[in-house]
């Protein structure tokens, strides 16, 4: 691990049962850098970012975020994850949401905080309207926020762009330039490759499992996203 | 902020949303009541067979009735998948499962408070003059059946069959704490003296407390990660 990495993965292999869903993953990504991790559905873009998120343990390999292990608290201390799911409750409220996890990352003011997101998010008028109330627009930009929430210097988001509706996209578009203008890390898997590439400075693509390509994000792929899977992609 | 602050975050974020769902507690209840009504119709009431088997029957209810709130306890958390953000978040397996305990011990004891005046009234059991003593036994068994379940329920949440598993699982290791809790509670609803034998059933209580929940807060991390 170079001391400008963020996350050193060195020969992850990871099994469900007896297949194979990562095979000998090696790469590092720079601090203050985006990288989209690509891949067709299958890939293993989700278990890899399952595993650097500390939700699930590799088989093989070792992996190092901002230097110290996955699961350490420091570590999960500086890392926002937006998995598929949205991570936040039906029954309470969207503050209560915000607040509970600022109480849980050890925010200073959880209330403040809270209320600062969802004024960011365009939730400030719904701020004790119950979760299970709300539309999947409403939703997402709340996930948004609790991602956000605790200023985290890595961000590990799985499908970010996936059922959000414009106004959502816009909001996460706005935060993760400025997470990049503020020197943090961006780790983004997705099928959106324009959205993702507009934003990328490196991009790593999985088949099957495997790594097929990493290096810097160029203009070809920028001005043609396909162009990628159709030099490096899987047969 | 601290271990315990969070933790208690934990626990209020769970009661919160039972309070406002109120889905495991209404089932629980109804679920108790519906146990003693079908049980009193088989035992004549003024019996002395009622008394001798008081405690077994009152454990039955709890034990039947607290699995239907801890199967929820974590299955509540794969809606959104918040169980992986509270995962991925800096909180400990330990605080995670403290937290969680605490909200089922409460709701358990709610769920026990209601029904042992029911039952009392169903059986025509006299509750005995030390309801403090009872109330302890309570307290005690409850904490064994919400530890045990609460990190079985942590380790069936991703089966299919999971409503099925828990009980198969829980039960057996709950034994000798249930043993402990039917013994002390049949001698004290039945108005008799607690001897140096009945001694014997508080100690096995507290240390099978005091020893599944080391075990369980040592656990509960391989159980939530692998």
Redesign the interface.
């Known amino acids: 691990m170079s001391p400008a990495s963020a996350v050193a993965i060195e020969g992850v292999w990871k099994y469900f049962g007896d297949f194979p869903a990562l095979r000998d993953i090696s790469f590092d990504v720079k601090a203050g850098s985006c990288l989209a991790l690509l891949g067709r559905n299958g890939a293993g873009k989700t278990t890899l970012l ?1 595993i650097l ?5 590799a088989a093989r390999g070792r992996i190092t975020i901002l230097g110290l292990d996955p ?1 350490a ?2 570590t ?2 500086r ?1 926002g ?1 937006l ?10 409220s969207a503050f ?1 949401n915000l607040r ?2 600022g ?4 925010v200073d003011d959880p209330r403040k905080t809270a209320t600062e997101w969802l004024e960011r998010t365009g939730l400030d008028r719904v701020r004790d309207g ?1 979760v299970r109330e709300f539309s999947r627009g409403m ?1 997402q930009r709340l996930a948004v926020a ?1 991602c956000f929430l605790h200023n985290p210097s890595l961000l590990l988001l799985d499908e970010p762009f996936t059922a959000l509706d414009d106004r959502a996209i816009q909001v996460l578009q706005e935060l993760l330039k400025t997470a990049l203008a503020e020197g943090r890390t961006i780790i983004m898997s997705t099928h959106q490759l324009r959205e993702a590439l507009e934003l990328a400075t490196d991009v790593a693509l999985i088949n099957r499992g495997k790594l097929g390509f990493r290096g810097e994000r160029t203009w070809e792929m920028l001005e043609d996203p396909g162009w990628l899977y159709r030099h490096y992609g899987e047969a | ?1 601290s271990f315990l ?2 933790t208690l ?2 626990a209020a ?1 769970d009661l ?2 039972e309070v ?2 109120k889905e495991t507690v209404n089932a629980s209840l109804s679920f108790a009541l519906v146990i003693l009504l079908l049980f009193s119709f088989a035992f004549d009431p003024d019996s002395d067979q009622v008394r001798e088997i008081a405690g077994g029957l009152l454990w039955l209810v709890f034990a039947f009735a607290g699995t239907l709130i801890l199967n929820r306890s974590f299955a509540r958390e794969l ?4 169980l ?9 397996g330990a605080q995670l499962f403290l937290g969680k305990c605490l909200a089922n011990y409460a709701l358990l004891m709610i769920v026990e408070c209601i029904s042992l005046p029911i039952f009392a009234i169903f059986y025509n059991v006299r509750l005995p003059q030390r309801l403090a003593l009872l109330f302890l036994v309570m307290l005690l068994g409850t904490w064994g059946l919400t530890v045990i379940g609460t990190l079985f329920s942590a380790m069936t949440v991703n089966l299919r069959l999971r409503e099925l598993m828990l009980p198969t699982l829980v039960y057996p290791l709950l034994i000798p704490a249930l043993m402990g809790a039917i013994q002390l509670s049949t001698v004290l609803i039945a108005g008799d003296t607690l001897g140096e034998q009945n001694l014997f059933w508080f100690r096995l209580l507290v240390a099978f407390d005091v020893i599944f929940t080391i075990l369980s807060l040592g656990l509960v991390e391989i159980v939530l ?2």
């Open positions: 399952r998120a500390g939700l699930s343990k699961r608290e420091k999960r201390q890392i994850m998995g598929h799911g949205i991570g936040v409750y039906e029954e309470l209560e509970l996890f109480r849980l990352y050890g119950l939703r609790r | 902020m602050g969070q975050a934990i974020k919160r949303s406002r769902s809606v959104n998948d918040c992986d953000a509270l995962i991925a978040s800096p909180v400990s990660v692998g």
